[in-house]
């Protein structure tokens, strides 16, 4: 007859499984930044959330705000005068440049395939300006990054939020952005608006054939010409 599990095995055995419980909490909070209660993971969120929050904080410095019906990662340090954060003299540009050499990676990738960049970012003026390079170096469209898309965004933004800083910049795409933005005075985060771009991606509409652009986020997915034979 087999021996029944002591206590001990059985305390090991729960340990265990909440270990893989936090890692899976660690996992799944930076691919779904943010998040709903129909996630699958969200319950493992709520319950290691105390835990999960001080991870974020100590080892990346990002804030992982949790309420009853919302679970948010906010990208950026939890205490922006604290020096010791981050790597020596690596600012935001520096971060900018790293994120299109990437981009650059990835879109030569793409370009093989016959597909069409498209392109959100930030609700602020590096954002801009981000953006502005992306276009025009990659022939990039803009998704969900137009004046109509930040008003909405700054509408349903928490109060008093973080204000635009550093010197205006111009969208090449959509004239009406930065007045837009200059108006509300602003910044928005991509995570902030998470939600509406994963519902576009998790549509997967195209890009009708003879690449005309339609309204922003509903061109997502370019397809590749198709070729006889």
């Known amino acids: ?3 029944r599990p002591d206590s001990q095995s059985i305390g090991e055995q729960q340990q265990q499984y909440h270990r893989e419980e936090f890692r899976t909490g660690i996992r799944a909070v930076p691919m779904t930044p943010l998040m709903n209660p129909a996630h699958p993971h969200f ?23 949790i309420e009853r019906d919302c679970v948010r990662l906010y990208k950026r340090p939890t205490d922006l005068a604290d020096a010791t954060r981050g790597l020596p003299g690596y600012d935001r540009r520096r971060y900018a440049l790293l994120c299109l050499a990437c981009a650059v990676l990835e879109r030569t990738q793409l370009a093989q395939a016959g597909a069409c960049l498209h392109y959100h970012g930030d ?12 276009m025009r ?7 969900r990054f137009a004046a ?11 109060r008093p939020g973080r204000p635009l800083d550093s010197a205006p910049a111009v969208a090449s795409w959509d004239a009406g952005l930065a ?3 200059q108006g509300h005075q602003l910044s928005i985060s991509e995570e902030s608006v998470a939600e509406t771009l994963l519902r576009d991606l998790a549509s997967g509409l195209a890009i009708p054939d003879d690449g005309a652009p339609g309204p922003y986020g509903e061109e997502l997915i370019s397809r590749p010409a198709e070729t006889s034979g």
């Not at 609700?123 to 992306?134: E, Q, T």
């Not at 170096?137 to 998704?143: F, G, L």
């Not at 109509?148 to 928490?158: E, H, Q, T």
């Open 1 to 3: 007859m087999a021996s």
């Open 43 to 65: 319950a493992i969120i709520r319950r290691h959330g105390e835990a999960l929050s001080d991870w974020f904080a100590r080892e990346t410095g990002w804030m992982l705000h």
């Open 123 to 134: 609700f602020d003026w590096p954002g801009l300006r981000i953006g502005n390079h992306v």
């Open 137 to 143: 170096e990659w022939a990039a469209r803009a998704w």
């Open 148 to 158: 109509a898309d930040y008003v909405d965004a700054a509408l349903i933004s928490p």
């Open 179 to 181: 007045p837009a933005m």
